[in-house]
């Protein structure tokens, strides 16, 4: 059973910066995409970054040239370096496993979550 782990969030002023990560464990393949989505209270997940186990990445709108993905294999840890935080970006943070190459932002195409680590910016 793969088993997903956030850590990272906090509250931060608007400008600052956070790194989020995920520990995964449980896997039984060595190729698996993973991916942040975060989600607001009412409105839908949405997908803002995805990398698979070669590196290729897929970021959404949102977090191009502000947020970084990046994968340690060796750990089996995901990150997410989030630059230039605006209060917008306030939100519940989740990592997200698949086992496949692809490099999604779409939640359908992830069958693993972790619980979500709350990131507050404010103003």
């Known amino acids: 059973q793969v088993q997903l782990v956030e850590s990272g969030g906090g509250s931060v002023q608007a400008g600052g910066s956070l790194r989020l990560s995920c520990a995964a464990s449980?896997?039984?393949?060595?190729?698996?995409?993973m991916g942040w989505f975060r989600q607001i209270p009412g409105k839908e997940r949405d997908g803002i970054a995805s990398?698979?186990?070669?590196?290729?990445?897929n970021y959404a709108e949102s977090g191009k040239g502000r947020f970084t993905i990046s994968r340690d294999n060796a750990k089996n840890v995901l990150y997410l370096q989030m630059n230039s935080l605006k209060p917008e970006d306030t939100a519940m943070y989740y990592c997200?496993?698949?086992?496949?190459?692809?490099?999604?932002?779409?939640?359908?195409?992830?069958?693993?979550w972790g619980q979500g680590t709350q990131v507050t910016v404010s103003s």
């Open positions: 449980g896997y039984t393949s060595r190729r698996y995409s």
């Open positions: 990398i698979n186990s070669f590196g290729r990445t």
């Open positions: 997200a496993a698949a086992l496949s190459d692809l490099v999604s932002l779409f939640v359908a195409d992830f069958g693993y």
